[in-house]
């Protein structure tokens, strides 16, 4: 099944930057691909990147140009990298690692932009 740990969030002013990361554990990272959520207060989960275990990548419009998913398969590791944050990305971002009909979720860290 594994594990998956975020961490890197917390709070930044309108037009600043963070660097989210998902530490994978007892999977083999590689063959997974790995897809950031968001979910604001009262809203649904919705979907931001995905990059497959081959390095392709896929944005949801709001974020195209701003953030940048990437990973490291050596590390198990996936980023998120934020720049240019909007108050509207304030949500808990969570991250999936999915493989056919398997799937992780990790328990989500919290991003607030707020002046």
């Known amino acids: 099944q594994g594990q998956l740990v975020e961490s890197g969030g917390g709070v930044v002013q309108p037009g600043g930057s963070l660097r989210l990361s998902c530490a994978a554990s007892?999977?083999?990272?590689?063959?997974?691909?790995i897809t950031w959520y968001r979910q604001a207060p009262g809203k649904q989960r919705d979907l931001v990147a995905t990059?497959?275990?081959?390095?392709?990548?896929n944005y949801e419009d709001s974020v195209e140009g701003r953030f940048t998913i990437s990973r490291d398969n050596a590390k198990n590791t996936s980023y998120l990298q934020m720049n240019s944050l909007k108050p509207e990305d304030t949500a808990v971002y969570y991250c999936?690692?999915?493989?056919?009909?398997?799937?992780?979720w990790g328990q989500g860290t919290q991003v607030t932009v707020e002046a």
């Open positions: 007892d999977l083999i990272f590689s063959l997974y691909t």
């Open positions: 990059i497959t275990g081959k390095g392709s990548t």
């Open positions: 999936n690692a999915r493989r056919g009909w398997q799937q992780t």
